[in-house]
């Protein structure tokens, strides 16, 4: 969701209503709320509930008693009251849906009561938001001073109250960590009073926000606000690999979108035979090396023979179960997997053969070259002359003028051995390879 101010211009490029989390309509905002009850009325005889809920930096949120009977609505900016001194916030919720909020959080409205002091003025916000514009800058000196100290700990954000007479420090550590040093280095340095409080890394990724492994703002950031545990069995229901690469989201714990569908996936394993069940056949015993929980099929191996699996359906598999309770054995487990006829799907064929990321890696010119020439090393003499041939007889003959033609000799020859057959054929001469000298440069010889 997003405000009117904060979409998309006629290019394509966002806006941006940059008001730093006090958007009017509290619609751009971290886990925003809709008051699906407003256009609903009152019943006469009945006050409104005079709670409100109240949101801070990053998604904070608490519930106050609007004693004064203040006219509030959804994106007014509030004083509120603090332990010392008052904060500013933006009422995110009012009516009868604060009422169920509260009962569903468990809060207590008799004891931890705390009040709405009036709406804010504009002194109220300059202050508020000069003191917004420290943080960033303190918080990477804050930084600096925890490793300077040589403390196992990551001061994540800081958060100034409304009238900027007190900061909190929110850090994330593993063990317990001495910082009363450091806390004297930071009253030294920033004259403020000062409070440290130490969040999970949950907390800190809902917090920060971020873009999640799925390309989508991170669950905690945007609408998740209870941290349910996450354990490896939820990714082994669900046949997942355990790499903890894949499995740990930005706060380097197992994502929280694991539990979401492991009830649907612990609903259909409930229709499959324990995979420790072992089947017993004449040809051995087999062990179940693994399921395909959407397709309802199972893999089996015999005892020493774990390269050769074997496909039979989880009614298959009970039905052995079955047969071997009663203390028989089955012939073997070909017979069942004979039944089952998977169908091929139409894949896709690379007929151009342009999925090949290296094809133009490796020059082509060279390769046809050196295998022209062992073609030619391997081709036997006869072969050359027959070759040579044929490309003479391919050639294109040229034009001849108007001539007699010349015949050959070996034609003349034939005709008079026709004409006198008494005579004896003449032996053909070998050509003679050497070359014909020139004597045009010679002197004339006498006779």
Avoid at 16 to 28: A, I, L, M, P
Avoid at 122 to 145: G, L, N, T
Avoid at 146 to 159: F, H, Q, R, T, V
Avoid at 327 to 339: F, Q
Wanted: hydrophobic share 30%; net charge positive; with cysteine.
């Amino acid at each position: 969701m997003a405000c009117q101010s904060c979409a998309t211009g006629k290019d394509g490029q966002p806006k941006g209503c940059k008001n730093n989390g006090t958007c009017g309509t509290d619609s751009c905002n971290k886990l925003t709320v809709f008051d699906w009850l407003a256009n609903m009325s009152v019943p006469n005889g009945e006050k409104p509930f005079d709670w409100v809920e109240v949101r801070f930096k990053n998604g904070r949120k608490h519930y106050y008693h609007n004693s004064e009977n203040l006219t509030l609505s959804i994106g007014d900016i509030v004083a509120t009251q603090a332990q010392s001194g008052h904060d500013i916030g933006m009422v995110t919720l009012t009516g009868e849906l604060v009422r169920v909020q509260i009962k569903r959080k468990k809060i207590d409205t008799k004891n931890d009561i705390l009040k709405i002091y009036r709406k804010a003025s504009q002194k109220d916000i300059d202050i508020w938001s000069e003191a917004r514009d420290k943080e960033e800058p303190m918080k990477v000196k804050a930084r600096q001073f925890a490793i300077d100290l040589k403390l196992s700990m990551k001061i994540s954000d800081i958060e100034f109250q409304g009238d900027a007479s007190k900061a909190t420090f929110y850090y994330t550590a593993e063990e317990r960590v001495d910082f009363r040093e450091l806390i004297k280095l930071y009253a030294r340095e920033f004259r403020i009073r000062i409070e440290m409080k130490q969040v999970g890394f949950r907390q800190e990724a809902s917090r920060l926000g971020g873009i999640g492994s799925c390309g989508r703002e991170l669950c905690c950031s945007t609408w998740l606000t209870d941290f349910r545990s996450v354990s490896t069995s939820a990714a082994r229901y669900q046949q997942l690999s355990l790499n903890p690469q894949k499995l740990a989201g930005q706060c380097g714990k197992l994502k929280c979108c694991l539990n979401y569908e492991l009830d649907s996936y612990l609903d259909a394993l409930k229709a499959f035979p324990k995979s420790d069940v072992k089947l017993y056949t004449e040809k051995g015993t087999a062990v179940c090396q693994k399921t395909d929980i959407f397709k309802g099929h199972m893999w089996y191996a015999y005892e020493g023979e774990w390269m050769n699996w074997h496909l039979i359906t989880t009614d298959q598999a009970r039905e052995i179960i079955a047969i071997n309770k009663k203390r028989e054995k089955v012939a073997s487990l070909e017979e069942y997997a004979a039944d089952l006829v998977i169908e091929d799907k139409a894949e896709f064929e690379n007929v151009v053969g342009q999925d090949s990321l290296t094809r133009f890696d490796s020059p082509k010119g060279n390769k046809k070259r050196r295998n022209n020439r062992n073609r030619n090393k391997k081709k036997p003499q006869h072969a050359k002359t027959e070759a040579k041939s044929n490309n003479n007889n391919n050639r294109p003959k040229p034009k001849q003028a108007n001539k007699p033609q010349q015949k050959n000799k070996s034609q003349q020859t034939n005709k008079a051995q026709q004409g006198n057959p008494n005579a004896k054929p003449k032996p053909r001469r070998k050509p003679n390879r050497k070359k014909p000298q020139n004597n045009n440069n010679k002197p004339n010889e006498t006779k």
